[in-house]
């Protein structure tokens, strides 16, 4: 069995650490660089209900995507949400780790698996000065609703579901994807010319000038859903990685959503 270092040092080599944003965390959060690995369960959030699941499949190591720790520390005290995860798994010898923004960066990265979710062909990054993001086409042009219903089949089910702003009918043969929030890349969309943009944390100032600008279309999905196909794609990765040198790893990756939002109402609207 591989030790955790050994484990740590395979999986920096996929997401090398330096390739994180400056105010990013990423790397290891805890774990004994000695300890041997045999199981390993990815997930997108690092909460207790990944820690416990960890417990019950008998894992030594959470690969997350999410920090733990975004912003800093003064505890882990058990008494904090956190830092109860933090006893959790230190308790129960398992590491955690942690590839956010060096992972959304890489090749294949986070979006890499989001157009592979969607049976896009990727033909290049959306952003080429730091690998963000994915500019794809279709097999063949299909409606907006035709690409809205693609993806919220082939995406996990979440209680945000899909939302579509643009013309239902509007046909789509280029699209632009990136996985988690991406309405900050709305420039680099439009300089790419594509038709459609799937992502995820739209806001209401920048889509509605973003439609206003042209005609695009722009599909929103839950954050958690655009970022969970890159767990079962690094988690391949590790596997051939283990495969390679013999080490026998079983690498499991979580279905328990960890979408915050829990349910969905359709509002009759307020009387005027």
Not at 74 to 90: D, Q
Not at 129 to 139: F, S
Not at 247 to 260: F, M
Request: with cysteine.
């Amino acid at each position: 069995m591989p030790r955790l270092s050994e484990v740590i040092a395979s999986l920096d080599a996929l997401w090398p650490p330096e390739r994180a944003e400056q105010w990013d965390a990423v790397g290891t959060v805890c774990g004994d660089p000695d300890a041997e690995v045999t199981r390993v369960l990815f997930a997108v959030d690092p909460v207790q209900e990944i820690a416990d699941e960890a417990i019950a499949l008998g894992a030594d190591l959470i690969v997350a995507h999410h920090p733990l720790y975004l912003r800093g520390t003064t505890t882990v005290a058990a008494s904090h949400f956190k830092g109860r995860v933090v006893h959790t798994l230190i308790k129960h010898d398992i590491a955690l780790h942690v590839a956010h923004t060096n992972a959304d960066t890489a090749d294949p990265g986070v979006s890499d698996a989001l157009a592979g979710a969607l049976d896009l062909r990727v033909t290049g990054p959306l952003v080429p000065e730091n690998n963000l993001g994915r500019i794809c086409e279709l097999d063949r042009p299909e409606t907006l609703a035709e690409f809205a219903a693609r993806a919220a089949k082939r995406l996990p089910a979440t209680a945000q579901g899909i939302r579509v702003a643009g013309d239902p009918e509007m046909m789509v043969r280029r699209v632009a994807v990136s996985g988690g929030s991406g309405d900050s890349l709305f420039d680099a969309v439009r300089a790419a010319g594509v038709d459609a943009f799937l992502t995820a944390d739209l806001r209401h100032h920048p889509v509605s000038e973003a439609t206003q600008r042209a005609p695009i279309g722009l599909i929103d999905a839950a954050h958690w859903a655009t970022e969970w196909p890159w767990c079962e794609q690094a988690a391949a990765q590790l596997d051939q990685i283990s495969d390679r040198h013999g080490w026998g790893l079983r690498v499991h990756v979580s279905k328990t959503v960890t979408d915050p939002w829990s349910s969905h109402h359709t509002s009759p609207g307020a009387p005027n």
